[in-house]
């Protein structure tokens, strides 16, 4: 996925020289093609995610479109005043390019895992913020960010990810895209969860259970539409993010119901990671397991949830 | 070989401070009824720069007022902008937007918020006040500058006690890395902080090595000296393919006899009728 979005911000460069491209000190190699064919316009600055930022706004300003890349919880936490005030305050269009999104980071520990990176960039004015599920869709995404006229995060996924979008499902930026028609069950997913969300719904599907997958490309802004229009069909809505539950996909769902469809806020579930830090290293997917969040556990959660408790279906 | 140590000398040049002149004067009026306006303000910080401010908009940037986006200007960066009274009354006095703007600062519906915004007032580039940003803004104009071939200039005035920041050194690499003798980074070292004087809240010393040693050229000036000021940037570029520091050493709320190195008038709020007058009086010495 990493690679498929800086083939696609090279392939922009070399038809728009607007287009430059600030990393901070990436893997060897990185974009190298875009370096010896176009050095002037492809920066490496070094570990300093707050000049990284900065300089970019200071590009941006003078008419260029940086897209910047490091990973997602320096680009976040580290430079956080920068992206408020010089990106967002001044509606730039910079673009950042966040590896390893939530869980990816696993053996690396807490310091590495970006689970709130949502929750803060959604919190600023005028961000934009995606999580494609695929490297297919990222490169559908890409092209799209160009003519953004503000500011945007872009989260990546491990690489090698399950394939499950469709060109023919088309992209638009705020446009939710349903995975499965809707049954009882609505799974609105983000990222990587949304082909954990279609897991869920092929096994419950065997069992009879009809669930749709809304996947939630853009985060920010959020899609009420494809909420609210579908809320009068289902018994049960469940977000699904590989993200704490303080301020991600399930929270923004939630003030949506709050604000616009109050009654059905009680028919949300809200699948994530608790507030805490990671206290386990392993691999992505074994920490999804521990979160309860591969497809399994979700078809889990919703199986219990519709016998259960009868609270949450009514 | 840089002789860091004349430098150091140079540097530590103790200044007879000059007398002010009118324009100056008249300048500092407008920072009070600036004050006077919002009923608050930063009246040491802007009062220190105000010759900074005043003798780049008069002698050296390429600007006009009548085309605040021209894109021939010389770039402006007022990175500490709790300073920005200076910079409101010079853009005031040179005709960006009318003086009774002055009387709205920080009102309501003013555009002349007690930080710069670039959304608001003519003039400003960015919106500053979180410190330590503008040094990196500038970096990326002043790459931006190269990248289009363009002969214009990049200025951008710090605090002492914003260079605190970390951020500010990691674009002090950045100019050096990228030889941007296109940008000028301004300290104006009145040496007191808001809470104390920088050298017990973080001592900066030694201030001229440290930025010759990320790459700047670097020179030591009376920042309230207008000639000295003057001579000072008509020389810019220093150095070919370095970037350009410039150490303005100023005193905190100068021009105003009572208030000159005191704390205290870092920020004023709640002046009495008779504190403005006492002011406004101290200025015309």
């Known amino acids: 996925m990493r690679k498929t979005c800086l083939d696609v911000v090279y392939e922009?460069?070399?038809?728009?020289?607007?287009?430059?491209?600030?990393?901070?000190?990436?893997?060897?190699?990185?974009?190298?093609?875009?370096?010896?064919?176009?050095?002037?316009?492809?920066?490496?600055?070094?570990?300093?995610?707050?000049?990284?930022?900065?300089?970019?706004?200071?590009?941006?300003?003078?008419?260029?479109?940086?897209?910047?890349?490091?990973?997602?919880?320096?680009?976040?936490?580290?430079?956080?005043?920068?992206?408020?005030?010089?990106?967002?305050?001044?509606?730039?269009?910079?673009?950042?390019?966040?590896?390893?999104?939530?869980?990816?980071?696993?053996?690396?520990?807490?310091?590495?895992?970006?689970i709130e990176d949502?929750?803060?960039?959604?919190?600023?004015?005028?961000?934009?913020?995606?999580?494609?599920?695929?490297?297919?869709?990222?490169?559908?995404?890409?092209?799209?960010?160009?003519?953004?006229?503000?500011?945007?995060?872009?989260?990546?996924?491990?690489?090698?990810?399950?394939?499950?979008?469709?060109?023919?499902?088309?992209?638009?930026?705020?446009?939710?895209?349903?995975?499965?028609?809707?049954?009882?069950?609505?799974?609105v997913g983000t990222g990587i969860t949304t082909t954990r969300a279609l897991h869920a719904a092929e096994e419950l599907a065997d069992e009879g259970i009809e669930c749709g997958v809304l996947h939630m490309h853009t985060v920010k802004p959020l899609d009420e539409d494809a909420i609210l229009s579908q809320l009068d069909d289902v018994e049960l809505l469940v977000t699904v993010e590989e993200h704490t539950l303080v301020g991600g996909l399930g929270s923004a769902v939630g003030d949506l119901l709050l604000d616009k469809a109050p009654r059905a806020a009680s028919r949300l579930i809200?699948?994530?990671?608790?507030?805490?830090?990671?206290?386990?290293?392993?691999?992505?997917?074994?920490?999804?397991?521990?979160?309860?969040l591969q497809g399994p556990q979700i078809a889990q959660r919703i199986r219990d949830t519709l016998n259960g408790d009868e609270e949450k279906v009514a | 070989m840089i002789d860091l140590a004349a430098l150091e000398r140079e540097a530590h040049t103790v200044y007879e401070p000059v007398a002010l002149d009118r324009r100056s004067r008249d300048l500092r009026k407008l920072v009070v009824r600036g004050l006077v306006g919002g009923g608050r303000g930063h009246l040491g910080s802007a009062l220190s720069a105000v010759e900074i401010v005043r003798v780049l908009y008069d002698d050296i940037m390429a600007h006009d007022a009548a085309r605040p986006n021209w894109e021939a200007r010389d770039r402006f960066l007022l990175s500490k902008g709790h300073?920005?009274?200076?910079?409101?009354?010079?853009?005031?006095?040179?005709?960006?937007?009318?003086?009774?703007?002055?009387?709205?600062?920080?009102?309501?519906?003013?555009?002349?918020?007690?930080?710069?915004?670039?959304?608001?007032?003519?003039?400003?580039?960015?919106?500053?006040?979180?410190?330590?940003?503008?040094?990196?803004?500038?970096?990326?104009?002043?790459?931006?500058?190269?990248?289009?071939?363009?002969?214009?200039?990049?200025?951008?005035?710090?605090?002492?006690?914003?260079?605190?920041?970390?951020?500010?050194?990691?674009?002090?690499?950045?100019?050096?890395?990228?030889q941007l003798d296109n940008l000028t980074i301004i300290v104006d070292y009145n040496k007191l902080q808001s809470y104390d004087r920088t050298e017990v809240v973080q001592d900066l010393e030694p201030l001229t090595s440290k930025w010759e040693s990320f790459g700047f050229a670097v020179r030591n000036v009376d920042g309230h000296d207008v000639e000295a000021l003057r001579r000072t940037f008509s020389t810019l570029p220093f150095a070919t393919g370095r970037p350009n520091a410039v150490i303005a050493h100023t005193i905190k709320s100068r021009g105003v006899a009572h208030a000159e190195g005191d704390p205290s008038w870092h920020h004023k709020s709640k002046m009495t009728d008779e504190e403005i007058a006492g002011v406004l009086a101290a200025i015309e010495g």
């Open chain 1, 12 to 114: 922009l460069a070399k038809k728009d020289d607007r287009v430059v491209f600030i990393g901070s000190d990436l893997g060897a190699g990185t974009l190298d093609q875009f370096r010896d064919e176009m050095p002037d316009r492809f920066f490496m600055e070094g570990v300093s995610e707050q000049n990284l930022i900065g300089m970019a706004a200071g590009l941006a300003m003078e008419g260029f479109i940086p897209y910047v890349n490091t990973i997602a919880t320096f680009i976040t936490r580290r430079c956080y005043e920068q992206v408020a005030v010089d990106l967002c305050l001044h509606n730039l269009p910079v673009k950042l390019i966040a590896n390893g999104g939530g869980l990816v980071y696993a053996p690396l520990g807490p310091t590495h895992l970006a």
């Open chain 1, 118 to 187: 949502m929750a803060i960039l959604r919190a600023l004015p005028r961000m934009t913020v995606f999580a494609p599920c695929d490297k297919e869709e990222m490169a559908r995404l890409v092209p799209q960010t160009l003519e953004m006229s503000g500011p945007s995060y872009i989260r990546l996924a491990k690489g090698g990810d399950e394939i499950v979008s469709h060109a023919d499902r088309g992209f638009e930026i705020g446009k939710a895209i349903q995975m499965r028609k809707s049954g009882k069950v609505l799974i």
């Open chain 1, 270 to 292: 809200r699948l994530g990671i608790p507030d805490l830090f990671s206290d386990k290293y392993g691999t992505q997917d074994e920490l999804l397991e521990y979160y309860g």
């Open chain 2, 83 to 178: 300073g920005c009274l200076a910079q409101y009354a010079v853009l005031a006095d040179e005709g960006y937007f009318p003086k009774a703007e002055l009387d709205r600062f920080c009102r309501f519906d003013g555009i002349l918020g007690g930080h710069p915004d670039a959304g608001k007032v003519p003039g400003v580039e960015a919106s500053t006040g979180a410190l330590g940003h503008g040094p990196s803004i500038a970096v990326g104009m002043a790459v931006a500058a190269k990248l289009k071939g363009s002969a214009h200039r990049v200025f951008c005035v710090t605090g002492d006690g914003e260079i605190n920041e970390g951020a500010v050194w990691e674009a002090a690499m950045a100019a050096g890395k990228h």
